[in-house]
């Protein structure tokens, strides 16, 4: 039978992933740091799997927040199909393929060499250090992209090959990855954050199948109750994290994420090399 501190763990991993996944200061450093002090009572095999499936629930808050934007089929007396949102998930798969195609070919190779503390906090630092100057760069220019409809493939494929970073190295941030992509290329925040939140539906849910077809299908029960309720959890702070990220956004920049991936990456250095 599963204990009540077993679900007290899965409810704050799926605080720390519902509030990380979309901020854009990398969910895997902070589970890599929260896991030297919460330590699920699982197997290593499902914790690895456990880190990726939690995201389905993040996923729907996505999908539910922004309902409107990403199903393009209408329906009432007269059924409209909306070409402009299909020509949108067109372009996201297009933006998916270089991740796609990595995680795919070397995925265990990429965990067995970057997936460790040190990889991870020199990631969180060069990508803090990235938002600062691309903000400071970028003061007083106007976003040549400010609507998602302005985004042409060219600038998709750009955009998921910043995401193939975050694939490549853990600690990068997938958000934060795609979103210093759109910044460096003229998109505005909004457009950089909405499109990044749209670009994790496949992403995450073709990581998710990935691993857990690896894991396979035979969960327990207490296995899948810790799963149940960190997606659930992570859904419900998702929708408040994402809420909260597109209201912040319009009226200041990404600074303040970069220098806090600094402290971040500099704490987990110092920890696992002193303390570790």
């Known amino acids: 039978m599963i204990s009540i501190m077993e679900i007290l763990k899965a409810v704050l991993f799926g605080i720390v992933e519902g509030i990380t996944e979309w901020l854009p200061i990398s969910s895997t450093g902070h589970m890599i740091l929260l896991n030297e002090f919460v330590t699920l009572n699982v197997s290593p095999e499902f914790w690895e799997m456990f880190l990726v499936v939690i995201q389905l629930g993040a996923i729907l808050?996505?999908?539910?927040?922004?309902?409107?934007?990403?199903?393009?089929?209408?329906?009432?007396?007269?059924?409209?199909?909306?070409?402009?949102?299909?020509?949108?998930?067109?372009?996201?798969?297009?933006?998916?393929?270089?991740?796609?195609?990595?995680?795919?070919a070397f995925d265990d190779v990429l965990d067995a060499l970057f997936y460790n503390p040190w990889?991870?906090?020199v990631?969180?630092?060069?990508?803090?250090?990235?938002?600062?100057?691309?903000?400071?760069?970028?003061?007083?220019?106007?976003?040549?992209?400010?609507?998602?409809?302005?985004?042409?493939?060219?600038?998709?494929?750009?955009?998921?090959?910043?995401?193939l970073l975050a694939a490549v190295f853990p600690g990068t941030s997938r958000s934060g990855a795609t979103i210093v992509g759109a910044l460096l290329i003229g998109v505005s925040r909004t457009v950089a954050a909405e499109f990044t939140f749209f670009l994790a539906i496949p992403v995450m849910l073709g990581a998710s199948l990935l691993k857990v077809v690896k894991f396979g299908f035979a969960f327990t029960g207490t296995e899948a109750v810790i799963l149940l309720v960190g997606m659930v959890v992570a859904f419900v702070v998702s929708i408040i994290v994402i809420r909260f990220l597109m209201g912040y956004i319009k009226k200041h920049d990404f600074k303040i994420f970069g220098w806090y991936r600094i402290i971040l990456g500099a704490a987990v250095l110092m920890y696992f090399t002193f303390l570790g």
């Open 61 to 104: 808050a996505v999908v539910l927040l922004f309902w409107n934007k990403i199903f393009p089929f209408r329906f009432g007396q007269k059924p409209v199909i909306q070409k402009d949102i299909f020509t949108l998930w067109f372009k996201i798969l297009v933006a998916c393929v270089p991740a796609a195609v990595i995680g795919l």
């Open 123 to 163: 990631a969180l630092i060069v990508f803090g250090i990235a938002f600062i100057v691309i903000e400071n760069r970028n003061r007083g220019k106007s976003a040549r992209i400010t609507e998602l409809g302005q985004m042409t493939y060219q600038t998709a494929l750009m955009i998921g090959v910043f995401q």
């Open 119 to 121: 990889c991870v906090s």
